[in-house]
């Protein structure tokens, strides 16, 4: 399996709602991340875990949790979300980096967001 | 800063003609340039990566540190080319995972 798996595709949440990103790779890679990515923008990353432990929070607003059960799964967690945090989310997942070189990041389909 | 620059927001060629999509970096150390594509309703995917110095599709890059670029570039473009590039740079730290970091991205038009 050389896929990263996303779900749900498509989600409409109402600003008081609680909801769940999840995502999913079987590549035995133990570097996963969260980006966001609006409209004709490129990624900006959110999240890196390595090791299942959190290793790089860009500032995030808290009412993003990110969550690591184990090595294979991501969730992202959100709660109260604003309109303007409507965007695709996506996941990433890739071997930890050599002493000189890193990985490739391999891509989710992502999950498209939309907050009422 | 880490910075990566992509000054073209869409490159229009016809099929057959030469392209090349521009990016520079902004690194004071050794940095790590891949080309990302996305093709329409695809995921986000791996080109190329420069220490691999290898062609993908046709297509290549060749990263030149005096004038910090890793230009992306292929003799013939096809239709199927046609897709947004995003330039990324992935920074060394002293851990093991690092930040990687996209260009504004180049959408490529290639025209029959």
């Known amino acids: 399996d050389t896929e990263v798996t996303q779900t749900p595709k498509h989600l409409v949440m109402g600003m008081t709602n609680k909801k769940s990103l999840k995502c999913e790779q079987h590549?035995?890679?133990?570097?996963m991340y969260w980006y966001k990515q609006k409209a004709k923008k490129p990624p900006e990353l959110m999240f890196v875990?390595?090791?299942?432990?959190?290793?790089i929070n860009e500032s995030v607003p808290s009412r993003f949790s990110p969550e690591c059960p184990n090595s294979s799964l991501l969730n992202l967690h959100l709660h109260a979300l604003q309109p303007e945090d409507s965007a695709l989310y996506l996941c990433a997942s890739s071997h930890l980096g050599q002493v000189l070189h890193n990985s490739p990041l391999h891509f989710g389909n992502g999950t498209r967001l939309t907050v009422t | 800063a880490q910075r990566v620059t992509q000054p073209e927001k869409l490159l229009s060629v016809f099929k057959g003609a030469p392209v090349e999509l521009k990016c520079n970096y902004s690194y004071s150390g050794s940095p790590e340039l891949f080309w990302y594509v996305q093709y329409s309703r695809q995921r986000l995917q791996l080109l190329l990566r420069h220490i691999s110095r290898e062609s993908i599709k046709g297509f290549t890059a060749d990263l030149n540190k005096g004038e910090t670029s890793f230009h992306l570039k292929k003799p013939f473009a096809q239709e199927e080319d046609s897709a947004m590039y995003y330039c990324?740079?992935?920074?060394?730290?002293?851990?093991?995972?690092?930040?990687?970091?996209f260009g504004q991205g180049t959408t490529l038009q290639v025209k029959p």
């Open positions: 875990y390595s090791y299942e432990k959190l290793s």
């Open positions: 590549m035995g890679h133990r570097a």
């Open positions: 990324a740079s992935h920074r060394h730290g002293s851990s093991n995972t690092g930040k990687l970091i």
